[in-house]
């Protein structure tokens, strides 16, 4: 192995392991601020509990997110030296943006949030964490930009004297078609990741009937979010389908294993693939299934692997234009099977809040599902590392698509070893701080919810808590 492919496990394996708490984050905030509105709207204390408890978990999520975070930007430089240098005209922008804007509004109101609570209004601190939900949401759009770009090329033109991407239209690069489709999926999946955190800690207590009261109305709110969030994504998901039929076919015949083009062509339910052959030798499928979701047409054609390549040797030159075929078909099936999965979870969630049995434990099925949510907490974090890996993997062998290899992006200068050595001590510092994370979390878990507190709630729901207490 090369330097080429020990930098790209590293850069896939620290950009997974972000990728745990971004979407926790993002999902998590506007959680925080419906309870912190509840309290300041109803007066009710344990809204007040729920806001403080859930804030908490939240705060330490963001922080891994930030500190895990600035070793992408690292590695751009120092292992991607050359794609840095073509793209980065087009990338100054939107990450400029998300630094200088987005960041600064999430972590300045959050700081102000948690600092408010004995010395801000209570409408005005409520409106701090909405605004670090605003923050977090722009800052995850300017981002998505930044990718989309590579998967969708727009606004932008090749110098002809130094061969370097220039920026003509920042407008086109922030209306990408690609990006509207991945925005919407990455937050409505990041909505399900949060809700489900919350679901499945709540599931936890209701279990063994610890605070009922206050984890009833948390279950309540979280499992109303979830289904209308997990549902989302299927649909969103549907279109973004449609936007790889012309955009990366490639990346849409490899996800389901369609070696040869099609009309009418049949969704992929368990297929066993021969590369070298360009042919499946086991595939089971869904007739017409893949026709309805490229093109919303029964008979609609579909582009396969073995057709595309030929065409891309053509336009492109000589070379080998598949992206590992196993990877993505499984990491596609993977995804969509823990998002139904969810989807099951969450309309059980609210036929049981409906019937006002969501916290009972006499009832076999509602206690079944109980027990099962924190389980399934793990869902959306393996649905969610799925769906990159299907999105980076299946575009390759281009980092940005069909105008720069991945291998023309890397740092000529950085050898094997200096890489080698790197991965392994940034595995070695990640577990640690997963530890940490995980046990941070574990013993927020088990202390619970603050005590309510002694002071009196006056007519604008105003209550004193100190800084100790938080």
């Known amino acids: 192995m090369e330097a080429l492919e020990f930098a790209r496990i590293q850069f896939g394996s620290t950009t997974i392991y972000h990728f745990l708490f971004v979407p926790l984050s993002i999902g998590l905030a506007p959680l925080v601020a419906v309870f912190h509105t509840q309290y300041v709207r109803t007066g009710q204390e344990r809204y007040r509990r729920l806001a403080k408890f859930w804030g908490k978990i939240f705060l330490i999520i963001f922080a891994m997110g930030v500190v895990t975070g600035i070793v992408q930007e690292f590695q751009f430089g120092m292992n991607w030296s050359d794609y840095s240098w073509f793209v980065g005209d087009i990338f100054g922008a939107p990450l400029a943006l998300e630094g200088l804007l987005a960041f600064f509004l999430e972590s300045t109101f959050l700081g102000l949030w948690i600092f408010g609570w004995d010395r801000l209004p209570p409408k005005l601190h409520a409106a701090t964490m909405w605004l670090v939900v605003l923050g977090t949401h722009v800052s995850a759009y300017f981002i998505l930009a930044a990718n989309s770009w590579m998967q969708h090329p727009v606004g932008y033109t090749i110098d002809a004297e130094t061969g370097q991407a220039r920026l003509d239209d920042f407008l086109a690069v922030l209306s990408n078609p690609y990006l509207v489709g991945q925005f919407s999926h990455t937050i409505l999946a990041s909505w399900t990741t949060g809700a489900f955190l919350v679901l499945g800690i709540s599931a936890y207590y209701l279990f063994r009937q610890r605070e009922v009261e206050v984890f009833t109305s948390s279950a309540r709110v979280a499992v109303t979010i979830a289904v209308l969030s997990s549902i989302g994504v299927a649909f969103v998901g549907h279109d973004q389908a449609q936007h790889l039929t012309d955009a990366q076919p490639m990346k849409l015949a490899a996800a389901e294993a369609l070696w040869d083009t099609e009309e009418g062509a049949a969704l992929s339910l368990f297929a066993v693939g021969d590369v070298d052959a360009g042919r499946n030798v086991i595939d089971i499928g869904l007739p017409q299934g893949l026709s309805i979701l490229a093109t919303n047409e029964l008979d609609g054609e579909v582009q396969g692997l073995n057709d595309l390549q030929a065409a891309y040797e053509e336009e492109f030159g000589a070379g080998d234009y598949l992206p590992p075929v196993g990877v993505t078909y499984w990491s596609f099936r993977i995804m969509v099977g823990a998002g139904m999965l969810m989807i099951a979870l969450a309309l059980f969630g609210v036929v049981s809040s409906v019937r006002g049995r ?59 070893w200096e890489v080698v050595l790197t991965l392994g ?14 046990g941070l979390i574990r013993k927020q878990v088990r202390t619970g919810p603050p005590e309510e507190s002694d002071e009196e709630v006056d007519e604008d729901h105003r209550t004193i808590a100190p800084l100790g207490a938080y």
């Not at 510092?429 to 940490?436: H, N």
């Open 358 to 416: 969501i916290a009972d434990t006499t009832s076999r099925l509602n206690r079944w599902w109980l027990w099962s949510l924190p389980f399934a907490i793990a869902l959306p974090f393996l649905a969610n590392t799925a769906g990159w890996i299907l999105t980076e993997m299946g575009r390759q062998p281009w980092v940005v698509y069909g105008v720069l290899r991945t291998s023309d992006g890397v740092s000529p200068s950085v050898s094997t």
């Open 425 to 438: 001590g940034f595995t070695a510092i990640y577990l640690v701080l997963l530890a940490v994370t995980i």
